[in-house]
């Protein structure tokens, strides 16, 4: 009897081993799977499992059923856990009962190979850093293919008789071998494995277009209007590795535009949906996750690892810090941005005597005068189109293919369906200020001094989705006369210390009128060894209520 | 009197109540011309938050008018 399961509860070891006893058993075998501290030389605090139920326990069924034809075993059992998992718990169990001994083992090691191999299973890896990253749980090496044929050799499998491919040399290689529809679902199942035939047969794209996508490293920054289509048509394209970079949750207001998302999604983290969304739409590309903003203190090492950079927040100073990086680490980066019914595009190809950000508008404006949607509003379909155009320009750079010799700012107006090219002159930008290069690391220091105890939000409930308390550190008569509008504790400024907020085990938030108190008591607090923030510009610069 | 085509991007289409009209002028740089446009449009933003293009090309905005020009006005936007 074959049982496979799924379970998020620990497994009763015991019942399972009682399940596989049998008159005829002359040996029983088990493997137990443990969650242990390092991946690929990362340390892993813990990690958390997902799958696709159905078809993970169907092809769990079939797995067995397998086993059991290929070797004689008598009853074979696996479970996988799912969910959040710490260090030393058991993640998968596989036991077999077999007449003799040798059965049992091969039979056991055919099971597990085959479940890391062919299950869609995805595990998030946490990693001690603090950031995270979704792999699909396959490998490639199976025991079994190198096997002379065997005694039952008569009840081959198909799978048996796929060749093992010598020599892959790299992690996407060994990924795309996983995805050989040969091997993967079988004939009912053929969707899931990717097939990129219809932008290979562009005469530009090709096979090697195609491998050049599965060896890029993509960071998307933002998983929003702009977002959604970009890590959607990235994924699709089939690039190998996906960074995606939100500190929000998704609420219901972002539905009509960020269309990947489900209803029953809202108040989770949209990095963790995106990945989850990317795992499902494409198994074989790999998704790190930063739940944070990008900050001026570890934003050039971030892009450091990347190819190419995405931007697609609707947030100003986000747009600037992004392109302060991308000249800096010669990173490639994709601007777009919305308002209402028209959107514009920027390439930054980070290339000397190109054009950046800055050579068109040397500072952010106040925050005030650039408009977002939450004020001034937006159809669904225009973060759709620019961001898909967004997308386009990405493939364009990581395929190489045929670009207009001048760098420019692209204008969409969607009521009226005009777009118009201007092209920007790079000697009148930055040029004239020591070039891209030293405006953007004055520019970038500038913001790590002032940056590095500040947090910015618009409303304190973000602050509270993203995990903060909120400590309001004015004073009694001040907050009578402007409360906040959220849960948070009081302590003024003057009697603000470690102590007082050691009960709270989450980072804090601290909040003054205007971020001056708040930002002296976050440097007292993290001397401390307190998570403090201060809220950038204070009650002030929040959006009127 | 300069014969100018004006197109309006953003909070400033928002504001004129329309993506593009035809003026006629009497102001000669593109920074007098907003600034009459200011007033008669109730434009919020500064000069200095914007981008000024005349016939597909980002200028100066002490460039003169000529009889015919197209004039893009271009703010940041933010949203996404």
Same mark, same amino acid.
């Given at each position: 009897m074959n049982r496979f399961e799924l379970t998020a509860a620990p497994v009763d070891l015991a019942a399972q081993r009682e399940a596989l006893k049998h008159p005829g058993s002359g040996g029983f075998c088990a493997f137990e799977g443990w969650v242990r501290n390092n991946n690929e030389g990362r340390e892993v605090s813990g990690l958390e499992y997902e799958a696709y139920t159905e078809l993970a326990i169907a092809e769990g069924e079939r797995v067995l059923a397998e086993a059991t034809e290929r070797y004689g075993v008598l009853a074979a059992s696996a479970v996988h856990r799912v969910g959040n998992l710490a260090i030393g718990d058991l993640a998968v169990w596989i036991g077999v009962s077999a007449p003799h001994r040798d059965e049992a083992f091969r039979a056991c090691r055919y099971i597990i190979d085959e479940i890391k191999h062919r299950l869609p299973i995805w595990k998030k890896e946490h990693y001690l850093e603090g950031d995270h990253a979704w792999v699909a749980c396959s490998h490639t090496e199976r025991a079994h293919e190198m096997e002379p044929p065997h005694a039952h050799g008569h009840h081959h499998h198909p799978h048996a008789v796929v060749p093992a491919k010598a020599g892959t040399q790299c992690r996407q290689a060994v990924t795309r071998e996983s995805l050989d529809p040969s091997v993967r679902w079988g004939d009912e199942q053929k969707g899931f494995a990717p097939d990129y035939s219809r932008q290979v047969r562009l005469r530009e794209v090709g096979e090697d277009g195609q491998r050049k996508l599965a060896n890029a490293r993509v960071l998307v920054i933002g998983a929003g209007g702009l977002g959604v289509p970009v890590i959607s048509y990235l994924a699709g394209a089939g690039v190998g590795t996906l960074g995606i970079v939100d500190g929000d949750v998704l609420d219901a207001s972002n539905l009509h535009r960020q269309v990947m998302y489900d209803a029953r999604? *809202?108040?989770?983290?949209?990095?963790?949906?995106?990945?989850?969304?990317?795992?499902?739409?494409?198994?074989?590309?790999?998704?790190?996750? $930063? &739940?944070?903003?990008?900050?001026?203190?570890? *934003?050039?090492?971030?892009?450091?690892?990347?190819?190419?950079?995405? @931007?697609?927040?609707?947030?100003?100073? #986000?747009?600037?810090? %992004?392109? !302060?990086?991308?000249?800096?680490?010669?990173?490639?980066?994709?601007?777009?941005?919305? $308002?209402? $019914?028209?959107?514009?595009?920027?390439?930054?190809?980070?290339?000397?005597? @190109?054009?950046?950000?800055?050579?068109?508008?040397?500072?952010?404006? =106040?925050?005030? /005068?650039?408009?977002?949607?939450?004020?001034?509003?937006?159809?669904?379909?225009?973060?759709?189109?620019?961001?898909?155009?967004? =997308?386009?320009?990405?493939?364009? /750079?990581?395929?190489?293919?045929?670009?207009? =010799? !001048?760098?420019?700012?692209?204008?969409?107006?969607? /009521?009226?369906?005009?777009?118009?090219?201007?092209?920007?002159? %790079?000697?009148?930008?930055?040029?004239?200020?020591?070039?891209?290069?030293?405006?953007?690391?004055?520019? /970038?220091?500038?913001?790590? =001094?002032?940056?590095?105890? &500040?947090?910015?939000?618009?409303?304190? &409930?973000?602050?509270?989705? %993203?995990? $903060? %308390? *909120?400590?309001?550190?004015? @004073?009694?008569? &001040?907050?009578?006369?402007?409360?906040?509008?959220?849960?948070?504790?009081?302590?003024? #400024?003057?009697? *603000? #210390?470690?102590?007082?907020?050691?009960?709270?085990?989450?980072?804090?938030?601290?909040?003054?009128?205007?971020?001056?108190?708040?930002?002296?008591a976050a440097r007292l607090l993290r001397e401390q060894g307190v998570d403090a923030w201060s809220l950038a510009g204070g009650i002030a610069a929040l959006a009127p209520a | 009197m300069t014969r100018v085509t004006l197109q309006y991007y953003a909070q400033l289409r928002e504001q004129a109540g329309a993506s593009s009209e035809q003026v006629n002028t009497a102001a000669s740089t593109l920074r007098d011309l907003y600034a009459e446009l200011q007033a008669r449009h109730g434009f919020s933003l500064p000069i200095d938050a914007l981008k000024v293009a005349v016939n597909t090309q980002f200028s100066d905005w002490n460039r003169l008018l000529s009889e015919g020009d197209t004039v893009v006005f271009i703010p940041p936007v933010a949203g996404g």
């Amino acid at each position: 009897m074959n049982r496979f399961e799924l379970t998020a509860a620990p497994v009763d070891l015991a019942a399972q081993r009682e399940a596989l006893k049998h008159p005829g058993s002359g040996g029983f075998c088990a493997f137990e799977g443990w969650v242990r501290n390092n991946n690929e030389g990362r340390e892993v605090s813990g990690l958390e499992y997902e799958a696709y139920t159905e078809l993970a326990i169907a092809e769990g069924e079939r797995v067995l059923a397998e086993a059991t034809e290929r070797y004689g075993v008598l009853a074979a059992s696996a479970v996988h856990r799912v969910g959040n998992l710490a260090i030393g718990d058991l993640a998968v169990w596989i036991g077999v009962s077999a007449p003799h001994r040798d059965e049992a083992f091969r039979a056991c090691r055919y099971i597990i190979d085959e479940i890391k191999h062919r299950l869609p299973i995805w595990k998030k890896e946490h990693y001690l850093e603090g950031d995270h990253a979704w792999v699909a749980c396959s490998h490639t090496e199976r025991a079994h293919e190198m096997e002379p044929p065997h005694a039952h050799g008569h009840h081959h499998h198909p799978h048996a008789v796929v060749p093992a491919k010598a020599g892959t040399q790299c992690r996407q290689a060994v990924t795309r071998e996983s995805l050989d529809p040969s091997v993967r679902w079988g004939d009912e199942q053929k969707g899931f494995a990717p097939d990129y035939s219809r932008q290979v047969r562009l005469r530009e794209v090709g096979e090697d277009g195609q491998r050049k996508l599965a060896n890029a490293r993509v960071l998307v920054i933002g998983a929003g209007g702009l977002g959604v289509p970009v890590i959607s048509y990235l994924a699709g394209a089939g690039v190998g590795t996906l960074g995606i970079v939100d500190g929000d949750v998704l609420d219901a207001s972002n539905l009509h535009r960020q269309v990947m998302y489900d209803a029953r999604d *809202i108040g989770q983290r949209k990095v963790d949906l995106a990945a989850r969304r990317v795992a499902r739409l494409n198994p074989s590309v790999e998704v790190v996750t $930063y &739940e944070q903003p990008l900050h001026a203190g570890d *934003i050039t090492d971030v892009f450091a690892g990347y190819d190419l950079v995405v @931007e697609c927040t609707d947030d100003l100073a #986000s747009r600037y810090l %992004a392109n !302060d990086a991308a000249v800096l680490t010669s990173t490639p980066l994709v601007l777009a941005s919305v $308002y209402q $019914y028209e959107g514009q595009l920027q390439v930054v190809t980070a290339e000397p005597g @190109e054009p950046c950000l800055r050579c068109l508008w040397p500072d952010p404006p =106040a925050p005030a /005068l650039a408009g977002s949607c939450v004020e001034s509003g937006v159809l669904g379909p225009v973060p759709g189109v620019l961001g898909t155009m967004q =997308a386009m320009e990405a493939l364009k /750079l990581l395929l190489g293919l045929p670009q207009p =010799a !001048d760098h420019a700012l692209q204008l969409v107006n969607l /009521l009226d369906g005009t777009s118009q090219r201007l092209p920007i002159d %790079a000697s009148r930008g930055c040029a004239l200020h020591g070039g891209c290069v030293a405006v953007a690391r004055r520019a /970038l220091e500038r913001t790590h =001094a002032e940056g590095e105890l &500040e947090r910015h939000f618009e409303r304190l &409930e973000e602050a509270v989705h %993203a995990g $903060y %308390a *909120i400590v309001d550190v004015r @004073e009694a008569d &001040e907050i009578d006369a402007t409360p906040l509008h959220v849960t948070s504790l009081r302590v003024p #400024s003057g009697e *603000i #210390s470690a102590y007082a907020l050691v009960h709270l085990e989450r980072p804090v938030l601290l909040v003054c009128a205007s971020g001056r108190r708040s930002a002296h008591a976050a440097r007292l607090l993290r001397e401390q060894g307190v998570d403090a923030w201060s809220l950038a510009g204070g009650i002030a610069a929040l959006a009127p209520a | 009197m300069t014969r100018v085509t004006l197109q309006y991007y953003a909070q400033l289409r928002e504001q004129a109540g329309a993506s593009s009209e035809q003026v006629n002028t009497a102001a000669s740089t593109l920074r007098d011309l907003y600034a009459e446009l200011q007033a008669r449009h109730g434009f919020s933003l500064p000069i200095d938050a914007l981008k000024v293009a005349v016939n597909t090309q980002f200028s100066d905005w002490n460039r003169l008018l000529s009889e015919g020009d197209t004039v893009v006005f271009i703010p940041p936007v933010a949203g996404g």
